[in-house]
């Protein structure tokens, strides 16, 4: 597909438009490509959806050049777009910071989203200083691109995808061009705040898909019910999968998406699959 651009006031956002039917935003989480996608778009489109991958600031094709890699400034582009597609209200699906990005989203534009679905989600949480001084050092360069990429592949406990090496590949010589490596240690440094205070303000139909292996959380399955308990809805745990469960298990993961948007868009197609109720 060509790469479509929405340009903003700092920058611009790339993204891809694919299929027809109700809107559904892809976001990827840090340090990762829309590519992220690449095997659930393809199974939502064909269940009669209009899916649409974008990059995040500072990421793959869009701009390098924002004041703001927060939550609150993916949670803006969010909006933005679903504005310019003029198609809302959209479902969103966001993992890691972008499940952050896409709660900050639904509390400042409900009219624009109609539901959340959270994979792996990061909603909490304060920059610290110790912190953001370890990932400069870890991740400057000329070596940061590719202890990125090691590290991202612990983030695939059991399973990588037989493109593994070809995408890691293309991730680390895109975080070697001027600014994406930058953005990403903003991005890690960054509080998590203005999504976790916004939780409350979420009155949206919402899922937690949250992979039982995540290297990222210390107790994963405790993450996933606190994030749906505070959003009043349900989480699913997807044995085995790590912290990017719709790339590691997307024969999994999919069936699982497709389930809550059919129920929440209202079509009528296929078995729904019932989550586990937070309490």
Same mark, same amino acid.
């Given at each position: 597909?060509?790469?479509?651009?929405?340009?903003?006031?700092?920058?611009?956002?790339?993204?891809?438009?694919?299929?027809?039917?109700?809107?559904?935003?892809?976001?990827?989480?840090?340090?990762?490509?829309?590519?992220? %996608?690449?095997?659930?778009?393809?199974?939502?489109?064909?269940?009669?959806?209009?899916?649409?991958?974008?990059?995040?600031?500072?990421?793959?094709?869009?701009?390098?050049?924002?004041?703001? /890699?927060? $939550?609150?400034?993916?949670?803006?582009?969010?909006?933005?777009?679903?504005?310019?597609?003029?198609?809302?209200?959209?479902?969103?699906?966001?993992?890691?910071?972008?499940?952050?990005?896409?709660?900050?989203?639904?509390? *400042?534009?409900?009219?624009?989203?109609?539901?959340?679905?959270?994979?792996?989600?990061? $909603?909490?949480?304060?920059?610290?200083?110790?912190?953001?001084?370890?990932?400069?050092?870890?991740?400057?360069?000329?070596?940061?691109?590719?202890?990125?990429?090691?590290?991202?592949?612990?983030? %695939?406990?059991?399973?990588?995808?037989?493109?593994?090496?070809?995408?890691?590949?293309?991730?680390?010589?895109?975080?070697?061009?001027?600014?994406?490596?930058?953005?990403?240690?903003?991005?890690?440094?960054?509080?998590?705040?203005?999504?976790?205070?916004?939780?409350?303000?979420?009155?949206?139909?919402?899922?937690?898909?949250?992979?039982?292996?995540?290297?990222?959380?210390?107790?994963? *399955?405790? *993450?996933?019910?606190?994030?749906?308990?505070?959003?009043?809805?349900?989480?699913?745990?997807?044995?085995?999968?790590?912290?990017?469960?719709?790339?590691?298990?997307?024969?999994?993961?999919?069936?699982?998406?497709?389930? /809550?948007?059919?129920? $929440?868009?209202?079509?009528?197609?296929?078995?729904?699959?019932?989550?586990?109720?937070?309490?």
């Amino acid at each position: 597909m060509n790469t479509q651009f929405l340009q903003l006031p700092q920058g611009k956002i790339a993204y891809d438009d694919a299929g027809q039917g109700p809107l559904v935003i892809c976001v990827p989480s840090m340090g990762d490509l829309r590519g992220e %996608y690449r095997f659930l778009a393809p199974r939502l489109v064909e269940a009669g959806y209009r899916v649409i991958t974008m990059d995040v600031r500072g990421h793959g094709e869009t701009s390098t050049a924002w004041s703001d /890699f927060s $939550v609150a400034g993916v949670g803006a582009d969010i909006l933005a777009l679903i504005r310019s597609l003029d198609a809302g209200p959209a479902v969103v699906i966001g993992d890691s910071m972008a499940g952050g990005a896409a709660v900050w989203a639904a509390a *400042e534009g409900p009219d624009l989203v109609s539901a959340l679905l959270l994979i792996d989600p990061f $909603v909490r949480g304060e920059g610290q200083w110790l912190t953001s001084l370890l990932f400069k050092l870890m991740f400057s360069r000329p070596w940061g691109p590719s202890m990125w990429t090691y590290y991202y592949s612990m983030l %695939y406990p059991t399973h990588k995808p037989e493109d593994f090496a070809a995408y890691t590949a293309a991730l680390r010589e895109n975080l070697r061009e001027p600014g994406r490596l930058e953005a990403l240690q903003q991005m890690l440094a960054a509080s998590k705040h203005a999504s976790e205070e916004r939780l409350p303000g979420v009155n949206r139909p919402a899922l937690v898909l949250m992979g039982a292996k995540d290297p990222d959380f210390k107790d994963p *399955e405790a *993450e996933a019910s606190w994030v749906a308990r505070e959003l009043h809805s349900c989480y699913t745990m997807i044995p085995g999968a790590g912290h990017y469960p719709q790339a590691e298990q997307p024969e999994v993961t999919a069936p699982l998406v497709l389930s /809550f948007l059919h129920q $929440v868009s209202g079509i009528n197609e296929g078995t729904h699959v019932t989550p586990t109720r937070a309490e």
